[in-house]
């Protein structure tokens, strides 16, 4: 296959594929075609098919194979969709690649976060969580009135709350909502002031998804 069909063939692929995705194109043993995403297997073109691999499966089932492959396959573990294809009489494979927790993140988002306060628990509504907070090896949230804490990790929380929530730092998600200000500190990093007047920090890790995110 001519390049310029391989990188039209990305492209339009790329458009419709989560942006984390990756995209290989595999004809016979070996890989003739790659598009890094976020989720990057550094796969390289002439790169030989391994056994066990998406690529590999679909190839021997010649049927849509969609599969989490463990990390001793690759180097690095991942969740693929692999379908058979043909072009002008040649057979191949194309393979999407996404994150090992894909499927986890593909369920409907969380509608409430029950959460401790005093002696007892509570289920609150995820739309009056103004911010959640990983602190001294446990996990608070806030609404206006109360603090909570939390059973879960802010880690397994970033992929099951609604896309109202925003990442800004490895210890902080905030509810957009939320959000009255956006400032910088005496160090010039950027800050967000809360409704309830918290002010939280944005770290350099996430300034840039931060600015992409709020439009700014």
Known sequence: MENSMLEQMGFIMGDWIPKEASIAIAVEDSYIYYKAGIHDLKIREGEPVLPGSIAARAKTDGKRIEMYVEESILGTAYYGIGYPIRF?????????????????????????????????????????????????????FYTEQETYCSIHTLKNLKHQLPDTFLPIHRSYIVNINYIEEISRDIASNYQLTLRNGSVLPVSQNYTASVRERLGF
Do not use: A, C, N
Request: charge should be positive; avoid cysteine; aromatic fraction near 8%.
């Open 88 to 140: 002008g009489g040649i057979e191949g494979v194309l393979v999407i690649i996404l994150p090992p927790d894909y499927l986890v993140r593909k369920k409907q988002p969380i509608r409430f976060l029950t959460g401790k306060i005093d002696e007892t628990w509570k289920p609150v509504p995820i739309d009056q969580v103004s911010h959640i907070e990983s602190s001294q090896k446990k996990t608070w």
